[in-house]
């Protein structure tokens, strides 16, 4: 009798005292921080998500602000500097490898843009479904590791967007253009 009242309270202490299996639970908050990104909406939204995901060094957001069909153009002097790297065209996958390098926390500990997209990006050209862009950029490095590398570029960006049939914009070609002595094209080449 004794055996049949202890086996009694451990199942009456483990039906009630535990919760139900099959119940949802709370979701868990997400892991990381959250950048301050803006829907893909407008071309100006894709341009300052462009900046965000660099300051934040989020390779992710980075890459989704460009096709998959993606090109770079790098100004002429850095194609002639480093024909090693611009002989091929410069799509989505030399981004990729550049940009995990670049944001690598290990190597860089700071990207910070001199000038916004907000104040220097000028519409050139513009339809319902393209925008042409000009945005002079000056962004500010720490990195380590690579002594090659600017410390600073400053140049002339010309990104082309296009609009999906979602109604999202998406940057199809970025063309990099000096106006100081590193640029974007010389980080790429030298990172």
Same mark, same amino acid.
Not at 183 to 191: P, Q, S, Y
């Given at each position: 009798m004794r055996i049949h009242t202890a086996i009694l309270i451990v199942l009456l202490v483990l039906v009630f005292g535990c919760r139900n299996p099959f119940a949802t639970r709370e979701p868990e908050p997400p892991t990381g921080e959250q950048l301050p990104l803006l829907e893909p909406t407008s071309a100006e939204n894709?341009? &300052?998500?462009? #900046?965000?995901?660099c300051e934040y060094m989020s390779i992710n957001d980075y890459m989704d602000t460009l096709s998959?069909?993606?090109?770079?153009?790098? @100004?002429g002097s850095d194609s002639e500097r480093f024909p090693?790297? +611009?002989? #091929?065209p410069w799509g989505r996958e030399e981004e990729s490898i550049f940009c995990q390098r670049l944001f690598d926390k290990e190597m860089t500990t700071l990207i910070s843009f001199s000038s916004?997209? @907000? /104040?220097?990006?000028?519409?050139i050209e513009e339809t319902a479904e393209f925008v042409h862009y000009r945005y002079d950029y000056h962004i500010a490095l720490i990195h380590h590791h690579h002594t090659d590398a600017p !410390? /600073?570029?400053k140049g002339s960006a010309e990104f082309s967007l !296009?609009?999906?049939?979602?109604?999202?914009?998406?940057? +199809?070609?970025? #063309?990099? #253009? &000096?106006?100081d002595s590193h640029?974007?094209?010389?980080? !790429?080449?030298?990172?």
């Open positions: 894709v341009l &300052k998500n462009l #900046e965000i995901s998959e069909d993606f090109l770079f153009v790098p @100004d090693d790297v +611009f002989s #091929e916004s997209v @907000d /104040s220097n990006a000028t519409v !410390r /600073s570029v !296009r609009c999906d049939q979602q109604g999202n914009w998406i940057i +199809f070609q970025w #063309e990099d #253009e &000096k106006t640029t974007w094209g010389e980080l !790429r080449a030298t990172f």
